[in-house]
């Protein structure tokens, strides 16, 4: 029986096998966290600023950043909060797309409440994953080209 040579299976990787659907929810991942580290970590500078300001510096903590009866320190943390929650669901995506460890889990995690941490940490996952994604033997079921 003679077989196709366009049949044979390359020599690879088992671990580096990712089918079409994962690579391309792997890249999408990739982009939200990138998204979401930047704002996160923006929204945290922010928060920090205003927190150095109100509690060192405003003569008043309380009326601090107070215009009228709008409270610009509680939208801040309360901003930053939610933009934190949702780079949390980014980094469990990217996390499980890229099927890294529980470790690595955390390390994201705690990036978005160090301030300017999820930039580092934005910068070496990027790089990482890029590397990852690049390396990676994409297979397609047949008849999905």
């Not at 391309?24 to 991942?29: D, E, G, V, W």
Request: proline share 3%; glycine share 4%.
């Amino acid at each position: 029986m003679v077989t196709d040579p366009q049949d044979a299976r390359p020599d690879f990787d088992e671990d580096a096998v990712w089918t079409v659907k994962r690579f391309t929810s792997a890249r999408s991942a990739l982009r939200f966290y990138r998204v979401m580290a930047f704002i996160t970590g923006t929204l945290l500078l922010v928060l920090t600023v205003e927190m150095i300001y109100k509690y060192l510096i405003a003569a008043d903590p309380e009326t601090a950043l107070m215009f009228g009866g709008f409270n610009l320190a509680a939208a801040i943390a309360i901003s930053h909060g939610w933009c934190y929650v949702v780079y949390l669901i980014s980094c469990f995506w990217l996390n499980q797309q890229m099927r890294w460890t529980l470790g690595r889990l955390l390390v994201l995690a705690l990036a978005g409440v160090v301030p300017v941490m999820s930039f580092i940490v934005e910068r070496r996952v990027h790089r990482q994953a890029e590397q990852e994604l690049d390396d990676a033997v994409v297979v397609a079921p047949r008849g999905e080209f």
